[in-house]
């Protein structure tokens, strides 16, 4: 089973790469960030709660987060692996991924991460802001406050990963296929 963690800060173009990596391995695509827009749609009580904090730019907290996730791994025994995009985002899911996955026979191959300058982080969500009309991405101190909340709760994820040897950092500047390129590369590399 090919179990990813794609990473990466706002912007760094996870969602366009899952949607490839998905296609070329026949994953299950989980982003938090989809579930909980979905649930915000839904108008559900959890989505309400998530999005009191995403329209500060904070993270859900974990139990929330996990319990979900947890949900969504269950809808889908027979998959051949997992891209998760947005989570983990704290050690504390890391380490709860981790037992979920154990619990189910399997662990996380590998962390891909998409590796981006900041100001070419903010320019790429203002676009995105305006091309999708998604709030959080058109408000210039909601962006930065998303940058800081990444480069301060999750990027030590990484280090994480770095010790379970599991790390793979990729240059997220390029043309699309080239990035997509070199995620199938550190993929065949570690891939058993």
């Not at 859900?60 to 949900?71: K, R």
């Amino acid at each position: 089973m090919l179990n990813i963690v794609l990473f990466g800060p706002p912007g760094a173009g996870k969602g366009t790469q899952s949607a490839k990596l998905i296609e070329k391995y026949g994953l299950v695509h989980l982003s938090t960030g989809d579930i909980f827009r979905a649930n915000i749609k839904g108008g559900t009580e959890l989505g309400n709660l998530a999005k009191s904090y995403i329209d500060k730019g904070q993270l859900v907290p974990d139990e929330v987060t996990i319990g979900m996730l947890e949900s969504e791994v269950n809808k889908v025994p027979e998959a051949k692996g997992f891209i998760f995009d947005g989570f983990p985002r704290t050690q504390q899911q890391a380490i709860a991924l981790d037992t979920l996955l154990e619990q189910k026979g399997t662990a996380i191959s590998m962390m891909l991460a998409l590796e981006v300058e900041e100001e070419e982080l903010r320019k790429r969500l203002l676009i995105r802001g305006k091309d999708s009309g998604r709030p959080d991405d058109q408000n210039p101190e909601v962006i930065q406050n998303r940058i800081n909340v990444y480069n301060n709760e999750t990027m030590p994820v990484k280090d994480f990963y770095t010790a379970q040897g599991k790390y793979k950092g990729i240059n997220g500047l390029g043309e699309i296929e080239a990035i997509f390129n070199d995620l199938c590369n550190a993929i065949g590399e570690t891939a058993q």
